[in-house]
């Protein structure tokens, strides 16, 4: 299995709502990434987690709230978002080595209205 | 920061035709990446280089590390319709590997 799985694939919700976005993979992959992709620009990096503990926040609002359950898994929780949230959301898995590249999901679309 | 530009930001071509395009860096890397990323897709790797001069085939694609270590290169040769998408480059923001930066991209048009 070389794929990363997202779900869902589009999701439309209100300000007020609380969702969740998912990604899985069996890679063997100890480290797991979520990116944000406005149209037309390239993907930013929001959280790294590496053998199931964050490393990385780059500074997401905390609306966004990251988990990872087990080394192939990890959600994205979103909680009063903003309509200038609505974007792509990346999962991506890699090595937890220097230089590795990413695979990446197909990504979740979301719109916030 | 670091920040990555890509040259050209689009390009409309024929098919049959080669294909370069260009990414530059504002400081030096240590990794180059190579992603496509087709409407409604994630970016796919296409090319890893890790070493300065290094020369990386991958079918009709050959990425090019450059000397520097500020730049790299991509090229397409006998582009065909298959290959229309955006193409990103990328490089580690930190000695670890895991943060990196992507340039804007180059947006590749073909044209049967």
């Known amino acids: 299995d070389t794929e990363v799985t997202q779900t869902p694939k589009h999701l439309v919700m209100g300000m007020t709502n609380k969702k969740s976005l998912k990604c899985e993979q069996h890679m063997g992959h100890r480290a797991m990434y979520w990116y944000k992709q406005k149209a037309k620009k390239p993907p930013e990096l929001m959280f790294v987690y590496s053998y199931e503990k964050l490393s990385i926040n780059e500074s997401v609002p905390s609306r966004f709230s990251p988990e990872c359950p087990n080394s192939s898994l990890l959600n994205l929780h979103l909680h009063a978002l903003q309509p200038e949230d609505s974007a792509l959301y990346l999962c991506?898995?890699?090595?937890?080595?220097?230089?590795?590249?990413?695979?990446f999901g197909s990504g979740t679309r979301l719109t916030v209205v | 920061g670091q920040q990555l530009n890509q040259s050209p930001q689009s390009m409309f071509i024929q098919e049959g035709e080669d294909v370069s395009m260009n990414c530059t860096s504002s400081?030096?890397?240590?990794?180059w990446l190579w992603y496509k990323q087709e409407p409604g897709e994630g970016p796919v790797l296409l090319i890893a280089?890790?070493?300065?001069?290094e020369l990386t085939s991958n079918g009709r694609l050959t990425a090019q590390f450059g000397i520097t270590r500020k730049d790299s290169f991509l090229n397409i040769s006998a582009s065909i319709p298959s290959d229309v998408g955006i193409y990103f480059c990328?490089?580690?923001?930190?000695?670890?590997?895991?943060?990196?930066?992507f340039g804007p991209g180059t947006r590749l048009s073909v044209l049967p």
């Open positions: 280089l890790y070493k300065a001069g």
């Open positions: 991506a898995s890699s090595q937890v080595v220097p230089g590795g590249g990413y695979t």
């Open positions: 990328a490089g580690p923001r930190d000695n670890y590997g895991q943060n990196f930066v």
């Open positions: 400081s030096i890397f240590n990794t």
